[in-house]
């Protein structure tokens, strides 16, 4: 039993301690010394060019930061469009450059 309950927080632990591009385990084992950052009087940071380099930002990039019971996880916000693709469904049928026209001109009415 005890050993099952290991396994699964260890399960558990390696799906949402994602750092970035690089995995829970390798974060663990990585003998590269903890990257460390200063908060400004403003509130900002910057980012070590480590950190950088294993999340994949770049400047202009966004970061997120998701609050777990371990603390926070920083995540890249970037993502690449193609992930949006087939988001939405298809259309029942096709629509027309000039219903699109159309609903364009509509919403520019509205504003």
């Not at 509130?43 to 060019?49: A, C, D, R, V, W």
């Not at 949006?84 to 988001?87: C, M, P």
């Given at each position: 039993?005890?050993?099952?309950?290991?396994?699964a927080i260890e399960l558990f632990v390696q799906m949402?301690?994602?750092l970035g591009k690089i995995s829970y385990?390798?974060?663990i084992y990585t003998r590269d010394p903890m990257a460390t950052a200063t908060i400004t009087s403003k509130?900002?940071?910057?980012?070590?060019?480590s950190?950088?380099?294993?999340l994949g930002v770049e400047p202009g990039h966004r970061v997120e930061f998701i609050e777990?019971?371990?603390?926070?996880?920083?995540k890249s916000a970037t993502r690449d469009i193609r992930a949006?693709?087939?988001?939405l469904p298809k259309p029942r049928r096709p629509v027309t450059i000039e219903a699109m026209n159309r609903s364009l001109a509509r919403m520019g009415r509205v504003r």
């Open positions: 039993m005890g050993l099952r309950i290991l396994c949402f301690l994602t385990l390798e974060a509130g900002q940071i910057t980012l070590p060019k950190v950088r380099t294993k777990t019971d371990a603390g926070f996880l920083v949006l693709k087939g988001i």
